[in-house]
């Protein structure tokens, strides 16, 4: 198909208002975060710092004391918990979901279609209607204040069930069915065949568990109470409480919590594209 010259410079200008409406805003996040404390609040506001200064990320980051007493805006040892919870929430999630979803598409067992529906059908339902219930039996279970609480509720995630299984759907049974006459166990398929072919598709849903535990908010907002557990979204809303007129340091605050995960989906984008469009599974 050949695509008119007119038609082509159309679609790569839609393209580039596309790129620069998407990168503008994280741009201009990072610029600010150079500025010096108040250049942001002038009218009109600055698009680049008439002054480069890295004091933003040294008040946010540096351990400073007063009086003997040390104080810290506690983001470092937020940062580590992100990354403990999201990192723990990723490999449990990613043992749980990818076998499940092996075997809702290749294993024949009682009540699979039954508890598939209902799988389905639960994904209507918004997940802020079982946070109270789900929060009394944590209580009860004494979860409550900890790790286990944070991370308990994703493992098993539909959506991944679901992914997982639309993407093994795609490997032929014949091929599975002459491993088994060659006496492999299930176990042996699923381990040698099933998850080399899965592999994009898996780093694909790692991908996605851990954006979603790192950026999660509102369920750790419930569940943790001691500051020194926040992860990164909770620590950030805490200082956005006391320095709200900031914006420089808020900025720079949103920087740490983005450039990571940033930087790791760049890296596992070849991954993360080819999961998405189910190239690497073939009939």
């Known amino acids: ?3 008119r010259p007119a038609r082509a410079l159309v679609m790569n200008a839609v393209a580039v208002l596309l790129t620069v409406a998407t990168v503008a805003p994280l741009l201009w996040m990072v610029l600010v975060s150079f500025m010096p404390r108040g250049a942001s609040s002038a009218f009109p506001p600055p698009l680049w710092p008439v002054r480069w200064t890295w004091e933003n990320y040294h008040e946010l980051l540096a351990r400073r004391e007063y ?3 040390f104080f810290d805006y506690r983001i470092v040892p937020a940062l580590l918990n992100s990354l403990f919870v999201a990192g723990v929430s990723t490999l449990l999630g990613l043992l749980l979901t990818v076998p499940a979803g092996y075997a809702f598409a290749k294993l024949r067992f009682r009540g699979r279609e039954r508890l598939l529906q209902l799988l389905i059908a639960s994904l209507v339902v918004p997940g802020q209607v079982a946070m109270l219930p789900l929060f009394l039996i944590f209580k009860e279970l004494g979860l409550v204040n900890s790790y286990a609480g944070v991370i308990l509720p994703s493992l ?6 679901l992914f ?5 759907l795609s490997i032929p049974d014949e091929m599975l069915d002459a491993a088994r006459l060659d006496g492999a166990s299930e176990g042996r398929i699923f ?7 899965l592999a994009p598709v898996t780093v694909t849903l790692a991908l996605f568990m851990f954006l979603g535990s790192w950026n999660d908010f509102l ?5 943790l109470a001691d500051q020194h557990l926040y992860t990164l979204p909770v620590a950030v809303a805490a200082i956005s409480r006391e320095h709200a007129a900031d914006g420089e340091l808020m900025m720079a605050a949103a920087v740490v919590t983005t450039m990571p995960v940033l930087l790791l989906f760049l890296a596992l984008q070849r991954y993360y594209m080819t999961g998405l469009l189910g190239g690497s599974v073939k009939g």
């Open 164 to 168: 997982v299984r639309q993407a093994t």
């Open 219 to 223: 369920w750790p907002l419930i569940v």
């Open 1 to 3: 198909m050949v695509v």
């Open 156 to 161: 098993a995630g539909i959506f991944a069930i």
């Open 67 to 69: 009086d003997g007493v």
């Open 191 to 197: 381990v040698s065949i099933v998850l080399p072919l």
